[in-house]
């Protein structure tokens, strides 16, 4: 009922910035929470930021200070942009949105993931 579509991850090397882009699509009635999560081989997937339709932030201690996330609440997109990344930035990013549906029940959808490496 609601697809997440992630793009803008990639190789990059360590100082550099990247970009990370979603686009929530389906029967959505509202967006409420959007944010990114990322996770590595054997660990467990944990926040990175979150941005509220109200506009309220939360960042993880690790990215603080170099990451910003930003939302387009009329066309339902979230952006992330990283500055300064670090090798320990590689991981798999997925888009993460709580969503209101047409039929006024509230759920939790994910993307697909995408993958950012960061050299050094």
């Known amino acids: 009922q609601v697809r997440l579509v992630e793009s803008g991850g990639g190789l990059v090397q360590a100082g550099g910035s990247l970009t990370l882009f979603c686009a929530a699509s389906?029967?959505?009635?509202?967006?409420?929470?959007m944010g990114w999560y990322r996770q590595t081989p054997g660990k467990q997937r944990v926040l990175v930021a979150l941005?509220?339709?109200?506009?309220?932030?939360n960042y993880a201690d690790a990215v603080k200070g170099r990451t910003t996330i930003s939302r387009d609440n009329a066309k339902n997109t979230v952006y992330l942009h990283m500055n300064s990344l670090k090798p320990e930035d590689t991981a798999v990013y997925y888009c993460?949105?709580?969503?209101?549906?047409?039929?006024?029940?509230?759920?939790?959808?994910w993307g697909q993931g995408t993958q950012v490496t960061v050299s050094s």
């Open positions: 389906g029967s959505i009635f509202r967006v409420n929470a």
């Open positions: 993460n949105a709580d969503v209101t549906i047409t039929s006024r029940s509230t759920m939790l959808y």
């Open positions: 941005k509220t339709s109200g506009g309220n932030t």
